[in-house]
Structures are given as C-alpha cells and as structure tokens.
C-alpha cells in the first residue's frame, strides 16, 4: 500500500518537475517581467508532493512496514522511535529522497523570494534547478527506489547498523545536505546570470544568503560528524583527514571562497566571473564528493551497498553538469580589467580566496592521488595525516596574519595601515605564547608560530570589535571563533598526553604528576554480558584534584568475548579517557590512559563559527 | 594563451572522470583476475581479544582459509553473512574475519545477533593491513590454500552461488 502511494508520488513530482520546466520556458518566451501565476503555484505542490513522498516513507519506517525492502533492510521493530525515524536517511534511497527535499524546497524558495530580479535571470535559474531535480527524481525512481516492494513480507527486519544508532549521526546527514545540497541553487543562479548576462551587484545579492545558509549547515554538519568519530569510531582526535571527511571539506572551502569573493562583488563588482567559477565548483565538488562515497570507491561508513549501476549513474551525471558548465563559461567568459589596489580590502579578500584554492588543492590531491594510483598501476598507497599536517599547517600561520589585518584594510584603496597598533598586538600574541610556554611546556618552533598567529587573530579581531563605529558581529563572531579553533588544536596537539602501565588491585602507581589507584574491581550481570568494572582514581599531584574512572571489561556470552570499554570524563579544561584491560595469569591490569586538553573548545569553537554563519544570514536578510 | 588554458582545463576535467570512470569499474578486473593464483604476501594480523599476532605460518596449517573483511557499520555484510554461517559447518575450511575500522562493542553485537562464523577473528582497526590485501570495499573475501595461493577473491557480498562455488573447490580436492 505504501509502496503504490509512495511510486505514485514520485510519478506525480516528476510530472509536476516536467511541467514547471515547460511552463518556465514558455514564459521565457514572452516579452513582460511578469513570471507566469501557474509556475508559482506547481512549484509549490512540487514542494509539497515531495515532502509528502518523504513522509510517506519516514511513517513506513514509524510503523515498520516490512513489505518495503528499505524498511526491511534497515529498520526493525524493537528499535526506539527515533532511530526508526532517522533511519529514513540513514540508507542510500532514503538519504536520495532528502536530497531531493532540499533541491526543491530552495528551488521554491528562491523563486518566491527573489521577486525583484529580472524575470529572465529567476526563470534560468528555475529551469536548471529543475534539471537538477529531474535527474535525481529518475535516478530515485528507476535505480534507487525507496518504496520497492518485497514479498512475502517478512515479519522482522534486519535492524539498522548499531554504529549509526546515535544522536549525533541522526542530525548529521540533514545538516550536511542542506549545506552542500544548498549550494545547487546558486549552481543554478550562477549559470543563470551567465546565461542572461545578469551580472555584478544585483547577481551578488540574489545568492549571498543562500551561500551563507549553506555554509552554516555545512560547518555544523562536518562538526557533528567529527564528534561522533571521535567518540563512536574511537579514530583519537577530532579529525583525522579520512577521505570521507575530506569530501565534506572539500565544498566548504569553496563555499568559504565564495562567501568572500561575493563581498567583493557586491560592493565593488569586480570578480564576478570568479565568483562564477565558485559557485559552480561548490556544488561540482558536492556532487563529486557523494560520487565517491556512494560508488563505493572511497570506503566508509556511508558507503551502504556496492551497485555499479549507482555509481555510474552519479558520474553521468557529474560528467553532464561539469561540461554543461565549462561549455556556458568558455562561451560567454569575457576577461575583465579588474583594476585591483595592493592595498586595499579586495586584495585581501583575492588573498583569502588564493588559501582557501591552496587547501582546496591540497585536500582534493591527497584525496585523488591514491584513486589515480590504484587505477592507473594498481599501486595502493594511502595518503595520511603526515601530508597533510606538513603542507597545511605551515600555510596556516601566514594566513591567519592575513585574516586579522584584512578586516582592518578599507576598500578601493586604504591609507595607511596602523602599525603601531599591529605591533602591539604582535607582542601581546608573543607574550601569550612565551606565558604558555614558560609556565606550562615547550613545543616545536612551528608550533609556537601556530600559537602566536592564532592569538594574533582573536586579539585583532576583539579590537576591532571596539574600533570601528559599525560593528559586524557576524564577522567579529566567525574570524574570532575560526582563532580560537586554530588555538585550540595547537593546544590540544602539543599538551596531549598518553601513558601506558600496569596495575593490580590496591596498587597506587606514580607517573609524572598523576598517581593512579586501582581501587576496587566489580563484577557486574547484565541481560547479554558481565563486566568488570574497574574504580580506578586518578589525583592531579600538581592540583590535589582527585577524579574516577570505570573502565569496563565486558565478557560476552555469546559468542564468549572480551571487550574493553573506555571512560571518558569530559570538562571545559580537558578529556581525560581511559581504557583497562586484563592481563593473562596475572594479577594485574594494563591501563591505557590519555588526557586531552580543551576537547571540548575545539568544538564549541565550531559552533562558534557557524554560529557567525546565521548572524550574518539574519544581518543579510535585514539589509535587504 | 587563452586557448591553451581551456585546453588544459578540458584535458584535466576528461583525466579526472575517465579516473573515476576506470576506478569504478577496477575492482573487479583487479581482484579478480591479476590477483589469482599469486601468493599472499606476509601477513601480520593482530587477534581481535588479545593482542596476539596471526601470521602466514597459521594459514598453512588448513588445507583452505577464506580471510572475509568486514564491519559491523557495512550493510552488505549483514547480507552475506547467513552464507558465512552455513560455510562455517564444512570442516575443509576455516574462516578467518578481518574486522576492519569498526568498534569492538559494536562488532561484537554484530556477531552476537547473527552468529559468529570466525574460526579465527583479527582486527584491522585504521584499515591499514586491509591496503595490504588490496582490499578497497568490504566486504570482500579472499579463498587461499595451505600454500598461500589465493584461490579467488570475492567483491561484495557473497551470494548463494559464491558458497556453492567454494564448496565445490573445498570438497574437491
């Protein structure tokens, strides 16, 4: 029953999405400004049609109706109600069908909210959205049906994976889809405003909220990700430049270019074939991204079933949007004379531009490097953390010098700059640094550089705060927060620390300035298993602070396993995180024990910058 | 200048897609076809309850081991595993999993609802040893003798007819 109710609906909204496209064109025929009511109100059913089509399938999932193969192969009945609902998307098809949400419902929202551009630039836009839509719909329809039947319809189903079983990773693939989802609609302006030659300040102001919506979500989406890795996966850090983590980053730079160059564009109109390029290389990078993780060539958690036929279909399509753009660009690009002041906010902004395209480079070869290897001498090699951390980071401490002097820098052409002022802050970076270090440890040369430029940025960045007479918050908010991350990690990165020691009941054992006491084993009945659950006290010497842990041992029934279960404690200063294990014919415990300072300001640091991402959206939409 | 820039950028963009284009269709001519009949490298695989090392020597002592990759996160296992179970009953075999990039409570739940085929269970826990194999999807499983030669490599999920493939070769010889 919902599996007609379902295929119906998605027959209806690719009927609604071939209408729209063909009432898009006739309207594009007639000479008037006036965009046809009709469009207006099928839009609006196709929003509507699709969303329906989604909760059709998120109440198959609430009542566990087994007749459809997803709901059977990813849900069961004994899960809690809100697994059942994030197992919507917690599958290929289903995740397909959000998508899809997403692409219309901005497709929606950017016809009705546009109204004051001309109507050939909107109608452009409409049509390629559409395309867009279409692809997907078909896509969904003849290769990744949600609603497939199965019959005899089984009385139980095979359960979602326990690792996706999480609230971090129920929220995480909605906020990532609005962010790199979101960005089809300025793929589609951009072509758009090439297309109808609708360029410059208007083109700037029709998608900049759109670019700063999308990078919010993506920010927090990426955010959610890593935390869950980091306590789910057990990978140790909050990033760890796995390929799958790198296709989600790989669009946010783009989108943190494009976020900049716009600015550019809107008050000076220069950049705009740029801006052009970023905003197709957004979305191109989006679509590249779910290519590599859905065909199974990149192998993670997301990658749900290897179907050759899906993967070939996603690079089609790929390949389709990709010539369709560079075709569009070569045709109607005119180089421009952009006459561009060294100094001046421009050539800082070109500058943030020219990093983010350094890390997009960087990023996007490590990650294909290995895929061109493998295919081209079967050689597999693995890019890790070492390349990354050694090409990154040392491009990292000039950029944030540049991020705190560019906001200070007027348009057009600045002055002077204060360099007294710069000085001063310089020396305060210094002297933060030099306070670390002297109190507390040393580090490498690189990164004391890292403490300093960030520190360089938070102080700059808070003086202007209380400098100009107009403040940007939203500014102020997300160049402080992204500091603070830098800060934040070289902290976390040079005052880690890991021991690893043995330990029998009522032993207390002195390592550095941590005595650690073993103080009481209990065992534990639980319904599938027994643990032993350690009491293991650990007192800071230098504080006199005492804390508990219980690790656990978990003896399975069946099969008969052990397995070691971590303590983690998290505060606002640090995690500590800590893991037992038994050690054959002995008395006594291996304890594996780690503190890592300031977790949690790496990720609040991150909500942070997002955080700046909305203000700037709301400060955007007021402007307007 | 202008002209050689598109150029460029067209001949770029071509390299990348017929990359990805080849990269999809790659691990079935590679796994299948080159990697036949070669011998398995050395191996070092850690067990999944202890920190004990599994290496070539204790494949030599069956006369056949299939070396299955998998995780508890990977849908397509749960598929194949029934056809584990059953190939778990033959004696000529020993199944050895390679429990890759997972955790181990969840791993273990894993084999807790749906059985435990594993004569022998390692785990590749950052999914490095796996590179080793050539492995790039799991699941996948390799059928090797007890003088190291892989017999056949299995991509995806092993079907029914995947089992009865490896009865025949087990039973055989």
Redesign the interface.
Known sequence: MLSNTGNFLLILSILFTSFIIYQSFACLKKTNDVIFKSIYKISLLQSTTILICFFTLVGAFMVSDFSLINVY??SHTLKPIFYKISGTWG?HEGSLLLWVIILTIFSFLFLITNKNHPKNYRINTLIIQNILILGFLFFILFNSNPFSSISPIPKEG??L????QDPALAIHPPLLYVGFVGSSIYFSAAMASVITNYSGKFFAQSIKSWVIISWSFQTLGILVGSIWAYY????GGFWFWDPVENASLLPWFAMTALLHSLLVLEKRNILYFWSIILCLLTFTLSVTGT??VR???L?S?H????D?SR??YI?SF??LM??AS?YIL?TKYK?TNDQINSNSKETFILINNWFMMFYLITVLLGT?YP??T???S?N?I?VGPPFYNSVIIPVVIIFLFFMAIGPKVRWIKNEFLNFKDLLKIIVGAIAVNFIITYFFKSYSLISNLIIISSVFLIISTISDAFKKPKINFARIISHFSFGFLIFFIGLNHNFSIEKDFNLKLGETKKIDNFNFELKDLKLQQYD?YKAVIGKIQISDLSTNKKRTLNPEI?I?D??Q?????ASIKTNFFRDYYLTMSNI?RSEYYNIKFQEKPLMIWIWISVVMLSFGGFLSFIRNAKNN | MQKIIKITIIFLLIFILGIFFLSLNKSLNYNTESLVGNKLGEIELVSFEDDSIFTNDDFKKNSFTLINFWASWCAPCRIEHPQLMELSKENNIKILGVNFKDKKINALKFLQDLGDPYDFLTRDSNGKQSVNFGIYGIPESILIDNKLTIIKKFVGPLTKQDLNNIKEIINNL
């Not at chain 1, 789910?232 to 990978?235: A, D, N, P, T």
């Not at chain 1, 990658?303 to 290897?306: E, I, K, L, Q, S």
Request: glycine share 8%.
């Open positions: 192969q990813n599958n095979l359960g994976n326990p690792i996706l789910e996966l057990g990978w290519f590599l065909s199974g060539i192998n958690v990658t749900f079933a290897n050759p993967g070939i690079l790929l390949s990709i010539f560079v070569f180089p294909l895929i061109i493998d295919a081209i079967n597999k693995s599938n978990r399975y069946n099969p396993t052990l397995t070691y279960e054959d």
